[in-house]
Every structure is written in C-alpha cells, then in structure tokens.
C-alpha cells in the first residue's frame, strides 16, 4: 500500500505553462517531504524538498506548495521548458535520515 | 563530482539462476540503498545499509539478500530470480552530512525470462 499518493500519472503541457503535480499522505509523523526528477536513462536526483514548519518553498522555477491540514503537498514548474521533460516523484519520510516513501511518480512533457 | 555506478545496464537472466547486481559509491557515504522501481509504483526501497556489514530491511525484501563487506560497495543478491523479480533496480547512497540528499546510480534493468 503506497504511503504517499500521487497525480497525476501523466502531463503534457505547452512551453512556458505551467505545470502542477499533487501529493498526498495519512502518516502524520512524516516531516520531510523531497522532490526528486529522473530524466531518461538516468537515476533520480534531489530536485527541491520542504519541511511542514513552512508552507512554500520556492527555487528558480520551481515551487513546493504544503498543506499541513489538508496532508498535501504539491510542486509547480513556472514557465515549463522542454527541460523540464522527465519524471517527477515526490516523496516522504519521519526525520531527515528516515526511509524515504515515494509517491508512484508523474511522467511530464512540455511540448515545444 | 558525486558518483554512484552500478556494474551493469542491462541484464538478461533466466528463471532460477543467482543474481548479482553491484552498486560502488566514490563518496565515502555510511548509507546505501537498494530500490526497485516499477511502472505506477514509484521506488520501493528493498535493503539499506548504514555501515559496513550493516543491513536492514526495507518495504519489499522478499526474495532479495545484500551484502556490504566494504563502505563504498552494496550488493543486491536475488538467490533464486524469478519473472516477478524484473524490474530497473536502482541503488543510492548518502552521506551524514549536512545534506539529506540520496545520490542515485543510472539503475540496471533486469529481466527474468
């Protein structure tokens, strides 16, 4: 049973668009939530990654939005680029050094 | 530059046979992990380990063993592979330091025919 649930499973956006993944998770103790991006042929690599003391974290184009009442946390690419193409898995874990559950992963094209 | 390498691409074995799949870290990082990743399932983490000779169970261990006899190197034995058992297994490693970040390796693609 997959701790933490994601959507969607695919997304197609145009260049410049704005592309939205969701999360959500039951376990209250988690209280570290990574984004990882895996492109073609390679592993994943850490993308960006919050902590529920906050409720957004923002890095260049990308954004962590966190809900801590509603157990969701969601990530946004500003002004998608055919870059950006690649898949994108969030994540969770109790503490910083806990094993990681990973969400089943969203696949996202940005046509150009 | 951070560096996980794991020693095959591809892999093609039959039903039965032992599997080896070796995964070597230049980062002197304590932690290693084992992963299988799976279409719509995300990675289920199979084994970790935090030190040397060190091992723990993941989500999914069934059917797999590790082995870690030196800090920059972790072995994921599949005794018996079955066709249940294909899947792109990805191994990862990390430090304890000030970052939480798990470096992956490219993974290796196994099939069991």
């Known amino acids: 049973q997959q701790q933490v649930k994601q959507s969607p499973q695919s997304l197609i956006v145009q260049k410049g668009g704005i592309s939205i993944i969701n999360c959500a998770y039951e376990?209250?103790?988690?209280?570290?939530f990574p984004w990882y991006q895996q492109f073609p042929g390679k592993g994943p690599a850490l993308l960006i990654a919050?902590?529920?003391?906050?409720s957004e974290k923002k890095e260049g184009r990308f954004t962590i939005s966190f809900n801590k009442s509603a157990k969701q946390f969601s990530l946004h690419i500003m002004d998608s680029q055919p870059g950006d193409s690649a898949t994108y898995f969030c994540?969770?874990?109790?503490?910083?050094?806990?094993?990681?559950?990973f969400g089943a992963g969203t696949q996202v094209v940005v046509t150009p | 530059d951070v560096k996980v390498t794991q020693s095959s691409r591809y892999l093609v074995k039959r039903t039965g046979e032992k599997v080896f799949l070796e995964c070597v870290q230049d980062?002197?990082?304590?932690?290693m992990f084992w992963y299988r990743q799976d279409p719509g399932l995300g990675l289920r983490l199979i084994y970790f380990?935090?030190?040397?000779?060190?091992?723990e169970k993941g989500d999914i261990p069934e059917g797999y063993s590790v082995s870690r006899e030196k800090k920059e190197r972790f072995s994921l034995i599949l005794e018996s592979a079955s066709t249940n058992q294909t899947s792109m297994y990805l191994c990862?490693?990390?430090?304890?330091?000030?970052?939480?970040?798990?470096?992956f390796g490219p993974g290796t693609r196994l099939t069991v025919t």
């Open positions: 980062m002197d990082h304590e932690n």
């Open positions: 994540a969770a874990s109790i503490g910083s050094w806990g094993k990681l559950q």
């Open positions: 380990s935090y030190d040397v000779k060190m091992k």
């Open positions: 919050i902590r529920p003391d906050v």
């Open positions: 990862a490693s990390r430090g304890e330091g000030s970052t939480y970040e798990q470096y």
């Open positions: 376990n209250t103790a988690f209280d570290y």
